[in-house]
C-alpha cells in the first residue's frame, strides 16, 4: 500500500489534525525567513560586528535552505515522511532556541546555518503531506489553507520579532517560536501514520554536489554582489564561473546516469514545467515589496518602525482575504484564478510607482492588502495546476523544486531591485547636483527655494539630503516598475496552462 493510500485510509478528524499539525509547522518555519532582517542592528550591537559580518547570518541561513531543499525527495524516499518532518521541526526549534543563547558572532552563524538547513524539508514536505491527505477534488481548499503559511509567516514574523525585540532584545524573537515548536513536533508525532520501511537507495553524490554548488554559488553572488559592486569583484566573477560549471556537471550528469538525484523528467509534463516558471516569478513579486518598502519609509519617509509594522501586517489581512477568496475562485478554471491574482499585482505595482514621499499612511494600508489578496489568490490555482497530473510518489521531490525555485526568484529578485534602487540613486544625484549652482536662477529666486538656500553651508547640506531623497525615490520608482512588469509577463505564461488535468 502507498503512503499516500495510507493517508487517505485514516478518518477525516486525523486528516484535519494532520493538516494543522504540519500547517503549524511550516507556518513557525516561513516565520523566521524573513525575522532575522528586523534584528540585524540589535544584533550587530551586541556582536560588536560589522554591517558587512552581521549580514552573513542572513546569507548562510539561505545557503543552507537553499542546498538541502532538493534533498527532501531522497530523504524521504529513505527514511520516510513522519520520521523526515519529526527531526526537521524537532531540530528546527531546538536550532532556533539556540540562536537566542548565542553569544558571539560564530555562534549565531553556526545556530543560523543548522536552523535553515535542518528545517529546510519542513514547507515542501509539509505541503506534499497535506496534497495527499485528502482527495485530490479538495486540492483547492487544502491549498489555501497551507498556502496561508506562506505568505503570512513571512509577514507577520517580522512584525512580532520586532515588537519583542523593541520590549526586551533581539534574543526574544527567536525564543517565541520556541513553545510553538514543541507543540507542532508533539502534534506531528501524534497524528502522522507510521512510515513505511524506507527504501535503501544510493545518493547520487555526484548530482547532489554539482547541484549544491551551483546553487551555493548562485546564492553567494545574489546576497555579496551589491556589497563588492558586482562583476568588477573577483569574488563575484569566481562564484559566476563556478556555478555555472556546477551547473552544467548537475545536468550532463543527471541526463545520462540511471539514478539522479533529481528526476528532471519530471519537466516533461507540461503542467508542472509551466508551474515551475509561474511560480519563480511568484516568489520574484512576492517577498519584494515587503522587503523594499520599510527601508524606503524608515530612510526617506520618515516613518517609524511601529507604523512601518503595521503596514507589513496588513499585508498579512489581505493574505487572508485573497485565500478565503479561493474557497469560491478554487471551483473556477485555474488559468482565471492567476490572471485574478497576477493582475492585482500588476494594479498594486502601477499604484506604488505613483507614489512619492509624501505618501500618507492610509494609502500605503490599502496597497498592502491589496498585494496580499493579490498573492493569496494565486497560491492555489498556481498549486493546483502545478501538480494536477503528478503521481503522488512524485509529490516531495517535485514539491522540493517547487519552493526552491520559489526562494531563488525572491533572491534574484531582491537584488536586482536593491541594485537598481543604489545605481540609479547614484545616477540621479549626480544629474541633480550639477544643477545647483549660483548660475541657476531658480536657486537664487527668493520664495521658491522654501527652506533650502545654497547660500550657507548649512542650507546645502539640506539641500543634499533632499536630492538625495530625490534621487533615492526614482530608483524606487524603478524597482516597482521591475514589479509590475514581472507580474505583467506572469499573465502572458498563464495562458498557456491547459484547462482540464489530464488523468494522472
Do not use: K
Not at 341 to 363: R, T
Not at 465 to 491: D, H, K, P, W
Amino acid at each position: 500500500m502507498s503512503e499516500s493510500a495510507t493517508l487517505l485510509d485514516l478518518s477525516l478528524t486525523r486528516r484535519i489534525l494532520i493538516l494543522a499539525s504540519v500547517v503549524l509547522g511550516s507556518t513557525l518555519y516561513a516565520t523566521t525567513l524573513l525575522v532575522a532582517s528586523t534584528l540585524l542592528p540589535q544584533m550587530q550591537g551586541t556582536m560588536a560586528a560589522t554591517a558587512d559580518e552581521i549580514a552573513w547570518t542572513t546569507t548562510f541561513n539561505i545557503l543552507a535552505t537553499a542546498i538541502v531543499t532538493p534533498m527532501t525527495g531522497y530523504l524521504v524516499t529513505r527514511f520516510g515522511r513522519r520520521r523526515v518532518m519529526l527531526v526537521c521541526v524537532s531540530g528546527f526549534t531546538l536550532a532556533t532556541w539556540l540562536c537566542g543563547q548565542a553569544d558571539s558572532l560564530e555562534t549565531v552563524v553556526l545556530w543560523r546555518i543548522l536552523q535553515g538547513g535542518i528545517g529546510a524539508p519542513v514547507i515542501p514536505l509539509a505541503n506534499a503531506i497535506v496534497l495527499d491527505s485528502f482527495p485530490r477534488r479538495q486540492a483547492g481548499l487544502v491549498s489555501s489553507i497551507f498556502g496561508m503559511t506562506v505568505v503570512l509567516g513571512p509577514a507577520i514574523g517580522p512584525v512580532f520579532g520586532g515588537m519583542l525585540a523593541e520590549a526586551y532584545n533581539w534574543r526574544w524573537a527567536f525564543y517565541m517560536i520556541v513553545p510553538a515548536g514543541v507543540l507542532a513536533a508533539v502534534a506531528l508525532r501524534l497524528t502522522l501514520p507510521a512510515d513505511r520501511p524506507g527504501i535503501r537507495i544510493p545518493l547520487d553524490w555526484t548530482g547532489f554536489l554539482a547541484l549544491a554548488t551551483a546553487i551555493a554559488c548562485v546564492q553567494l553572488v545574489l546576497s555579496r554582489g551589491q556589497r563588492l559592486d558586482w562583476y568588477d569583484s573577483p569574488e563575484i566573477i569566481l562564484e559566476t564561473c563556478l556555478a555555472v560549471l556546477a551547473f552544467y556537471v548537475f545536468l550532463a550528469h543527471s541526463l545520462t546516469t540511471a539514478r539522479p538525484f533529481l528526476n528532471l523528467g519530471l519537466l516533461l509534463n507540461r503542467d508542472y514545467a509551466l508551474g515551475m516558471v509561474l511560480v519563480f516569478i511568484y516568489g520574484m513579486v512576492n517577498f519584494t515589496p515587503i522587503v523594499l518598502l520599510p527601508s524606503l519609509l524608515q530612510q526617506h519617509a520618515g516613518y517609524p518602525d511601529s507604523i512601518i509594522g503595521v503596514i507589513v501586517g496588513y499585508r498579512g489581512i489581505g493574505g487572508i482575504i485573497g485565500f478565503a477568496s479561493t474557497l469560491l475562485i478554487g471551483r473556477w478554471d485555474p488559468r482565471l484564478g492567476m490572471g485574478i491574482g497576477f493582475g492585482l499585482l500588476v494594479v498594486s505595482g502601477l499604484w506604488l510607482a505613483s507614489l512619492d514621499l509624501n505618501v500618507g499612511v492610509e494609502v500605503l494600508l490599502l496597497n498592502a492588502v491589496l498585494q496580499g489578496v493579490a498573492v493569496g489568490i494565486i497560491w492555489v490555482p498556481l498549486t493546483v495546476m502545478t501538480f494536477r497530473s503528478l503521481e503522488s510518489r512524485h509529490m516531495a521531490e517535485a514539491m522540493a523544486l517547487f519552493h526552491l525555485l520559489r526562494n531563488i526568484g525572491s533572491s534574484l529578485f531582491i537584488s536586482l531591485s536593491v541594485a537598481e534602487i543604489i545605481q540609479a540613486t547614484t545616477m540621479n544625484y549626480s544629474r541633480m547636483t550639477e544643477l545647483v549652482t549660483p548660475y541657476n536662477r531658480v536657486l537664487t529666486t527668493p520664495g521658491l527655494m522654501g527652506g533650502w538656500t545654497i547660500e550657507t553651508l548649512p542650507g546645502l547640506a539640506a539641500l543634499s539630503r533632499e536630492i538625495n531623497r530625490q534621487a533615492a525615490m526614482i530608483g524606487y520608482v524603478n524597482a516597482f516598475g521591475m514589479y509590475t512588469l514581472a507580474s505583467a509577463a506572469a499573465i502572458l505564461l498563464v495562458l498557456l496552462a491547459r484547462r482540464r488535468p489530464r488523468p494522472a
